[in-house]
């Protein structure tokens, strides 16, 4: 992300604007339509082929929520799809393609809410692309830097009770500073073991 943004957008900053995250997953994806129809429930959607890039949907739906948090989770875990995925489908798809003489389409992903911030490890494919979108919108380095000035405020030690003093503003801290949701924020520090549920 950082590499992309000084190259196009004049540097790297948080919050990265929505705006960004929509150009960097059209640069790798074959098209992006940004206001799909989608079946309920499913905020995106990723189409692999052996023989080109990946198309991506998002939902119309997701836009008419009070903030842009579910446009911005959403984008990116798509991205981790077409970063991570694509690459490895179109060099097993392709000699598969060739060997028993299949057409060029791929596997759908469609990725429902609920998989977009907090996939089951089990579900390795949708928990990597979460992981992604994590890494993109908060990433480690601010939310360590940002963990330690909040022990240093409160005199405790990381990681904190998530619903602690100290846990609760970190939470807040990283929700307004990188313009996500709080639930997302604190299952990315949850990750990270900056904080802990008890």
Not at 143 to 161: D, Q, T, V
């Amino acid at each position: 992300m950082r590499e992309f943004m000084n190259r196009r957008s004049g540097g790297y900053r948080l919050p990265i604007p929505t705006d960004e995250l929509i150009r960097l997953l059209e640069e790798r994806a074959e098209e992006v339509d940004t206001y799909a129809a989608l079946p309920e429930g499913i905020h995106g959607q990723t189409l692999l082929f052996y023989d080109r890039r990946p198309i991506v949907r998002i939902a119309e739906s997701i836009y008419r929520t009070r903030s842009d948090h579910r446009v911005r989770t959403t984008a990116t875990h798509e991205f981790g799809h077409v970063w991570l995925h694509a690459p490895l489908w179109r060099e097993a798809g392709a000699k598969l393609a060739h060997g028993i003489g299949q057409g060029s389409a791929g596997p759908v992903w469609n990725c429902h809410r609920d998989n977009i911030v907090n996939a089951a490890r089990a579900d390795w494919v949708e928990w990597q692309a979460g992981w992604v979108s994590g890494a993109i919108l908060m990433p480690a380095s601010a939310l360590r830097s940002w963990a330690a000035e909040c022990a240093e405020k409160f005199g405790a030690k990381l990681p904190f009770p998530a619903d602690s003093p100290g846990g609760t503003e970190l939470i807040k801290r990283v929700a307004e500073r990188c313009d996500v949701s709080v639930h997302a924020a604190r299952v990315r520090l949850s990750k990270l073991s900056l904080i802990v549920e008890k």
